[in-house]
């Protein structure tokens, strides 16, 4: 799903080559199906109203979130993708936006100040330290003033959070609000902000597991706040930073 600059190069491209077949169970129209919820949920609270802004999803695997913004009316999209077998399944269904390719080369051939949302869903952590800051750099190069990049990553400061880091071999790091903070704050991003993963009410089930979520993360909120004196924690395994490239 992800990528590696020549470099560093290795193992990563061939575990990423069917990326898919490894951590996806399917292929098919119920897998894009899936992603509607958390894209919607992304298009509607942090994306900009005009719908002839510029989109570049990273690491898009098969296009699922593309296509979620795509059928809303955000037809300005394009993604990158490393593994073949994703950007095949990709334009199997349509979602010809998908180019195959190595991340940190789209970056570096893009334009400056091309894009106004830069998407970064499940990317960050496939890469080292210096790899991040690079990446983020390039993102920052190419976002227009003004414009905005998500990033979702592992929570290193979650209940599971070492779930997800460790539950995919090719994951380098996990981040908390902080760490994410500073790294985009080093990389010249500006407005940071961060959000926990909590379940999204988008059906009964969903409603449900909410409210246990709210319930049962009450007691570890609690022994936070007495240890460290704050009420701020993000619990959720995932964690999602939104960030501005200054005007």
């Not at 919820?37 to 510029?54: A, E, N, Q, V």
């Amino acid at each position: 799903m992800q990528t590696t600059n020549e470099t560093t190069g290795d193992w990563r491209p061939g575990m990423y080559k069917k990326y898919s077949t490894h951590f996806q169970t399917k292929l098919d129209e119920a897998a894009y199906r899936g992603f509607v919820p958390y894209g919607s949920y992304l298009m509607h609270s942090f994306f900009p109203k005009d719908h002839l802004i510029r989109i570049v999803d990273l690491g898009c695997g098969i296009g699922g979130f593309m296509r979620v913004f795509y059928e809303a009316g955000y037809t300005n999209i394009e993604g990158i993708d490393l593994s073949e077998e994703s950007v095949t399944t990709a334009h199997a269904h349509g979602m010809t936006q998908v180019l195959q390719g190595d991340v940190f080369q789209y970056l570096e051939n893009a334009l400056e100040h091309s894009a106004d949302v830069v998407i970064c869903m499940d990317i960050l952590e496939h890469f080292r330290r210096e790899e991040a800051l690079r990446f983020l750099a390039l993102i920052h190069r190419v976002l227009k003033p003004g414009g905005r990049v998500l990033i979702h990553v592992p929570n290193a400061e979650g209940v599971f959070g070492s779930r997800i880091r460790y539950a995919d071999y090719t994951h380098e790091m996990a981040y908390t609000q902080k760490s994410i903070a500073q790294v985009l704050t080093f990389s010249g991003f500006a407005s940071i902000s961060s959000y926990e993963d909590k379940p999204l009410l988008h059906n009964i089930t969903a409603i449900v597991r909410r409210g246990l979520w709210e319930i049962m993360t009450l007691p570890i909120r609690f022994l936070h706040l007495v240890e460290t004196g704050s009420w701020k924690v993000r619990l959720s395994q995932n964690i999602l930073a939104v960030a501005f490239k200054s005007v």
